[in-house]
Antibody, heavy 119, light 109 residues
């Protein structure tokens, strides 16, 4: 089965850190661009970050640049998002996503992992 | 940065009716860069339409997309109760950048 499975979410205090992981299976991970998108409780979708197939090109939304780091391990078919200096407004479900066509629409979504930033 | 504005905010229709959802871009975009997603409560979004008018795998032909320039439309003909969801449009380009509209909620009476 083609799927993405996120893990690593949880409750963290403001200023803290987390590492999210996304395990891909059922397809060849390497060639595909990948993304993280988040959704705050009761809100819409916000694109967070992108990484290309070989991991050499990364892009971030302004609101997370300098605090979040995206990376991938193609040998393990795994995508990561390191979240540092977390703020209350970073509270959201974080989705791992496959890009359909470099760049294109998002054709495969994980189930999401919840990050809660609270004191 | 392109801003996408969706309307209406909420659409309340009966089964069998036709739903027309609008997505307006703040500047002209290529039709190759507009997609639509459906998100049901408690679920991740799923891709419905890519490059303005192409249905994703497994999407019924009741869903169709159209438009060009700054105005794009998702049409759901013959609404079914299972179509109750929030629908998002998305733009992507070679900058690269990816932007979502704020969503339209479709309620089935």
């Amino acid at each position: 089965e083609v799927q993405l499975v996120e893990s690593g979410g949880g409750l963290v205090q403001p200023g803290g850190s987390l590492r999210l992981s996304c395990a891909a299976s059922g397809y060849t991970f390497g060639p595909f661009w990948m993304h993280w998108v988040r959704q705050a409780p009761g809100k819409g979708l916000m694109w967070v970050s992108h990484i290309n197939g070989d991991g050499r090109t990364v892009v971030y939304a302004d609101s997370v640049r300098g605090r979040f780091t995206i990376s991938r391990d193609n040998a393990k078919s795994t995508l990561y998002l390191h979240l540092n200096s977390l703020r209350i407004e970073d509270t959201a479900i974080y989705y791992c996503i496959r890009d359909r066509g470099n760049p294109d629409s998002f054709d495969l979504w994980g189930q999401g992992t919840m990050v809660t930033v609270s004191s | 940065e392109i801003v996408l504005t969706q309307s209406p905010g909420t659409l309340s229709l009966s089964p069998g009716e036709r739903a027309t959802l609008s997505c307006r871009a703040s500047q002209s975009v290529t039709s190759a860069s507009l997609a639509w997603y459906q998100q049901k409560p408690g679920q991740a979004p799923r891709l419905l339409i890519y490059t303005t008018s192409n249905r994703a795998t497994g999407i019924p032909d009741r869903f169709s997309g159209s438009g060009s320039g700054t105005d794009f439309t998702l049409t759901i003909s013959r609404l079914e109760p299972d179509d109750s969801a929030v629908y998002y449009c998305q733009h992507y380009d070679n900058s690269p950048s990816w932007t979502f509209g704020q969503g339209t909620k479709v309620e089935i009476k």
